[in-house]
């Protein structure tokens, strides 16, 4: 995280080829591509980076864990708007799920393995299969972070 955050302080003052050039570097030695233009909250966790990929204008919170080969996507090429999804606090997302467009997913929602989310999915939920659903929770169910 510490290579995103170099290279958004340059993407920031529009040195765009030296911040993509150190993204670039960075995904080649963890395997993680964080376009410089994403917006990544405190305390996030990649556990087993492999094949994650975040795009430019997705926004992650705090405390937000993802595993390994999950992918932050657009649908489009538009520039100037808001194309990638938003992770707000809190959230667990599992191996190979795939969240596209501007969509957000609500604080302590956990997405499931090999998900694809198309929609937002509200806080406190649970979102499983392709296309993702959202499960009932059983009302005795803690969510422990």
Same mark, same amino acid.
């Given at each position: 995280?510490?290579?995103?955050?170099?290279?958004?302080?340059? %993407?920031?003052?529009?040195? %765009?080829?030296?911040?993509?050039?150190?993204? +670039?570097?960075?995904?080649?030695?963890?395997?993680? +591509?964080?376009?410089?233009?994403?917006? #990544?909250?405190?305390?996030?966790?990649?556990?087993?980076?492999?094949? !994650?990929?975040? =795009? +430019?204008?997705?926004? #992650?919170?705090?405390? *937000?864990?993802? %595993?390994?080969? $999950?992918?932050? /996507?657009?649908?489009?090429?538009?520039?100037?708007?808001?194309?990638?999804?938003?992770? +707000?606090?809190?959230?667990? #997302?599992?191996?190979?799920?795939?969240?596209? =467009?501007? $969509?957000?997913?609500?604080?302590?929602?956990?997405?499931?393995? =090999?998900?694809?989310?198309?929609?937002?999915?509200?806080?406190?939920?649970?979102? *499983? /299969? *392709?296309?993702?659903?959202?499960?009932?929770?059983?009302?005795?169910? !803690?969510?422990?972070?």
């Amino acid at each position: 995280m510490r290579a995103h955050a170099h290279a958004k302080k340059h %993407y920031l003052k529009k040195r %765009y080829f030296l911040s993509r050039w150190l993204s +670039e570097r960075a995904k080649h030695r963890t395997g993680i +591509e964080i376009h410089p233009g994403a917006t #990544i909250g405190r305390h996030v966790f990649i556990d087993h980076g492999a094949g !994650v990929v975040i =795009g +430019e204008t997705a926004i #992650i919170g705090d405390r *937000v864990m993802m %595993y390994h080969g $999950v992918t932050l /996507g657009g649908t489009g090429k538009e520039k100037g708007i808001k194309r990638h999804p938003t992770v +707000e606090h809190d959230v667990i #997302i599992g191996s190979r799920a795939t969240i596209l =467009g501007n $969509v957000t997913i609500g604080h302590h929602s956990k997405i499931g393995a =090999g998900a694809v989310v198309l929609h937002d999915i509200p806080p406190y939920s649970t979102a *499983v /299969g *392709v296309p993702a659903r959202i499960i009932p929770h059983q009302p005795d169910q !803690v969510h422990i972070f």
